[in-house]
């Protein structure tokens, strides 16, 4: 049945929850009390966004809402230098990079270079964190190094999801959506306080997310790039007069099938035509079946024994378990064909100390993670040997800890000065396995085929890393409605082991430990700001100039290598050298009466400068033929708002267009991988029943219905200094991996028309 045409009714359910209760949070955004300023938690502490001297951007449900943003990557469609998208071959792991940084490789033994934050819970893995947009106060993105307050693998940045907070009354809503390719959302949720004294509170909420694919597998039959997914959550909140308590659990369950991928070229063994649809693939692996399951709780504690002191505790658990069948050359021969497994869980505990009294205002802390992260998979090569599997099981286990402080002093009513800084434990652990396989797949994803040959990995090691990430930065504010800060900030990413390295070719004297690891990466960071309000505060300028300077940059992936004399595929991680990141980024909102005028512009030349790898052997710099990959050197964003004048109620027409200027997939650019320029318009009509009883609104995402490349696969051969294709002599790419030839995209959404109701009682 065609996607576009089928009728699928989504459930709306509610889901009960018990409790504890809510002196208001610190991380609960609200406008300033006459200013009209979004409230953030940057620094750990409720302050204006326009005072904090930190290059960021927030915005809150009801803005998120109005624009129709389904999940957290719609925010690089508003936020500069910032992108976020699902990785490649699934549907909810998160590709995230700011400033150039960020990290695209989801196995384990590779961090993340931006961190996710759910209610102040660091997320350690990326699979399941493309969060949907529901129940929620307020995301933040914070721009360059975090690492004195949020701690390692904040090295581009963090992005804070902030749920709402439960008040004193009861509340029930209701939130339903239809539109184009059968997307049908219902989102139900319900609040209230348990005791008269509203001492104790509960909240829960059930949201069900679906759509038809925008594609179909023409080898499977099944619908691709839909949406299947169940997720609730459930808060209980204690609120007394010098304790608060809160309570949470959330859940997720993505049932959506595997998004296969667009083939560039025609299949070389196969003869698989290239399609017109990029939406339909021929990918034929589906198994295991694709299902990721993600949950969590966490318990915020904090006490205020004095006015000045504030006493915080954040105890959290999350786990997740994900499988997913991708399929590389995305035709119907197993070729390149890799079910996956992903399984992580960790834990958390975060103490925080704050002191605020007179001028000053400080800041100490202690945080210990503890994670897990089991990454197996096989890569079938069966045409290229009858039945031959390379398979993989890395399992990496992290042990950090961290001491930090951070302490601000007012020198007089409009400069203060602030420092801290961050000394950060980090130890790894790695159980590596590689196992050769013929006769079909490995054991662990059901195949018959049996062991061939030793391992060509089979490695137990650990190795321990430290750091001390400083901060300082000068705060100038004239008056009450600008802000001018200088900062320097410092991050780190902690090293690790290849979980795909192939122990066997180690040099002659390199242990397989030195072999498979790689160091620790770096960034010193330093930027100016400016956030001003002109004209009686109708025009909010935010401007931020920075340059970064990155060291021991990370370099994961993989390639086609011989093991043991027969054709497979070998991890190579290379500390590439040194890069430089340096731009400017400006946001704006203008209010003239009844029209508002929003927009933003990011510009970042982002450039290797050394970049050394191994050709023929030898140690050789490539820098001027290296790209910084997933970081457009232009992004930005326009739109305009008009509240028409009706009877009753409000209704907003809105319009806008953001845009990315060329973008490249990895490091060596590839003509077939690489997104041109592009740009994407969207439009809202909203209405809004006097005193938010109910709102009715239909938007539309892309109207210009642009195709657009997020992400791909290549696995070809090409020049190793220039990155260069090569061809045979009649013209054909040459496969280095299977015999197919991989060169497969995966693309952005099309054009989407929905509309979406909610009702408040």
Known sequence: MNARKSIRPSAVLLMASVAIGALPAPAMAQQGASNGDIIVTARRRNESLNNVPITMTALTGDQLAAKGFADITS????????????????????????????????????????????????????????????????????????????????????????????????????????????????????????????????????????????????????????????????????????????????????????????????????????????????????????????????????????????????????????????????????????????????????????????????????????????????????????????????NIRTDTMAGFVNMSYDITDQISIEAGGRYTWDKRYAQILRQNYLGGGSPTFGGAGTPFGAPSTNFLGSASYTKFTPRVSLNWRPDPNNTIYASFSQGFKGGGFDPRGVGVNAPAGVSQGQFLSFRPEKVDSYEIGLKTRLFDRKLALNLAAFRMDYTDVQIPGSLACTVSGLPSFCGVVTNAGKARMQGVEAEARLKLGALSLNGSLGYIDAKYLQYITLIAGQPTDVAANRKVQNTPSWTGNASATYA??????????????????????????????????????????????????????????????????????????????????????????????????????????????????????
Do not use: C
């Open 75 to 394: 925010l690089a469609d508003e936020v500069p230098n910032v992108t976020l998208e699902p990785s490649r071959g699934t549907n909810s792991t998160l590709s995230a990079f700011i400033r150039g940084v960020g990290q695209q490789d989801p196995v384990s033994g590779f961090e993340q270079g931006v961190g996710i934050y759910l209610d102040d819970v660091y997320l350690n893995r990326p699979q399941a964190a493309v969060l949907d947009i529901y129940d929620v106060e307020r995301v933040e993105v914070l721009r360059g190094p975090q690492g004195t307050l949020y701690g390692r693998n904040t090295i581009g940045g963090a992005i804070k999801y902030v749920t709402k907070k439960i008040d004193d009354k009861l509340h029930l809503g209701l939130r339903g959506t239809y539109g184009s390719y059968d997307q049908a959302d219902g989102v139900a949720t319900i609040s209230s306080p348990i005791t008269k004294d509203g001492l104790i509170r509960a909240s829960g909420t059930l949201a069900r997310l679906t759509r038809g694919g925008f594609g179909r597998n023409l080898t499977t039959g099944l619908s691709n790039y839909n949406k299947d997914i169940w997720a609730g959550r459930g808060t209980i909140e204690v609120h007394g007069d010098k304790i608060f308590a809160r309570l949470t659990g959330d859940y997720t369950h993505d049932m959506s099938n595997p998004r296969g991928g667009h083939r560039e070229i025609p299949g070389q063994y196969s003869g698989a035509p290239v399609l017109a649809n990029v939406f339909d693939t021929q990918a034929g692996l589906n198994s295991p079946k694709q299902d990721v399951k993600a949950w969590g709780w966490s318990l915020f504690l904090e006490a205020k024994p004095t006015e000045a002191l504030t006493l915080r505790s954040i105890t959290a658990f999350r786990k997740d378990d994900s499988a997913s069948p991708i399929d590389f050359d995305a035709t119907a021969s197993q070729d390149v064909d890799v079910p996956a497994y992903y399984r992580n869980k960790q834990w958390s505990q975060e103490l925080q100390v704050l002191y605020s009294k007179g001028r000053f205002n400080g800041m100490a802390g202690f945080y210990y993670l503890y994670a897990t992260a089991l990454t197996q998979f096989d890569v079938r090569l069966f045409t290229t040997l009858p039945g031959f599997t390379a398979y993989t099981d890395a």
């Open 644 to 761: 028409i004048p009706v009877p009753a109620g409000s209704l907003d027409l809105s319009g806008g267009v953001s845009w990315k200027s060329t973008t490249y997939q990895f490091e060596i650019p590839n003509p077939y991988l690489d997104q041109p320029a592009y740009a994407l318009f969207d439009a809202s009509l909203v209405y809004r029943a006097p005193g938010g009883r109910w709102t009715l609104g239909v938007y539309g995402k892309n109207l210009a219905d642009k195709r657009y490349k997020t992400s791909g696969y290549t696995y070809v051969a090409a020049n190793p200094t220039t990155g260069a294709l090569t061809y045979t002599a009649g013209g054909a790419l040459i496969p280095t991996l299977g015999k197919e030839g991989v060169l497969t995209t995966y693309w952005g959404n099309p054009r989407q028309v929905f509309a979406t109701a909610t009702v408040n009682f």
